[in-house]
């Protein structure tokens, strides 16, 4: 079994559209969670990164962390043309030197 | 700032072949990492350092070898390339540890044939 499991999609939405993406773990011992966001040909870049479990909002992106069902979101409001992207999920446990990679999710805005 | 600078950017090799990919950061990040890219698989890491002088082994090591005599370097040497080691690869870095967030590079598109 995977450490990170991610639908890789892909998902396609209209611009304007509230976009979901969605991770789930196995480790409990999880504790850092990050979003990285990867267009085409280019290295990852990070959206979001949040501590243990709760929600962090910055701009139109919003992170929600569920320790309890082993759960990450990211949802994009307003979605853009430029948001489409793959979408990637990391997580860590304690020491924070290893991170684990789910596979990413291909997004496509639509005009 | 440059950021993370990885060479080449492309490479071919033939089965059995060695080489050595190129990482440099000039943000003074204490934390580097090398981590592969393949379809279905995501990034897996390789090989990591805290600091000069100090590396570890990640999820996927073998083949691979690693040194850090300076903050601003860390290559990535194949030993005996081989068809299962085409791939992407990523070199990243973080102020301290990987917690904080990684930069990455550009990335490496290797093909062995």
């Known amino acids: 079994q995977k450490e990170v499991e991610q639908d890789p999609g892909p998902l396609s939405v209209p611009e304007g559209a509230i976009v979901s993406l969605n991770c789930t773990y196995s480790n409990s011992a999880f504790q850092y969670f990050m979003w990285y966001r990867q267009y085409s040909r280019k290295g990852p870049e990070l959206l979001m990164y949040?501590?243990?479990?709760g929600n962090k909002e910055d701009g139109r992106f919003t992170a929600q962390v569920d320790k309890s069902s082993k759960y990450i979101s990211l949802f994009i409001r307003d979605s853009q043309p430029s948001d489409s992207a793959t979408y990637l999920c990391a997580m860590s446990g304690t020491t924070g030197n290893q991170f684990y990679f789910g596979t990413g999710t291909s997004l496509t805005v639509i005009p | 700032n440059a950021g993370v600078t990885q060479t080449p950017k492309f490479q071919v090799l033939k089965t059995g072949q060695s080489m050595t990919l190129q990482c440099a950061q000039d943000m003074n990040h204490e934390y580097m990492s090398w981590y592969r890219q393949d379809p279905g698989m995501g990034l897996r890491l390789i090989h990591y350092s805290v600091g000069a002088g100090i590396t570890d082994q990640g999820e996927v090591p073998n083949g691979y070898n690693v040194s850090r005599s300076t903050t601003e370097d860390f290559p990535l040497r194949l030993l005996s390339a081989a068809p299962s080691q085409t791939s992407v690869y990523f070199c990243a870095s973080s102020p301290f540890t990987a917690d904080y967030g990684y930069t990455f590079g550009s990335g490496t598109r290797l093909t062995v044939v």
């Open positions: 949040t501590y243990s479990s």
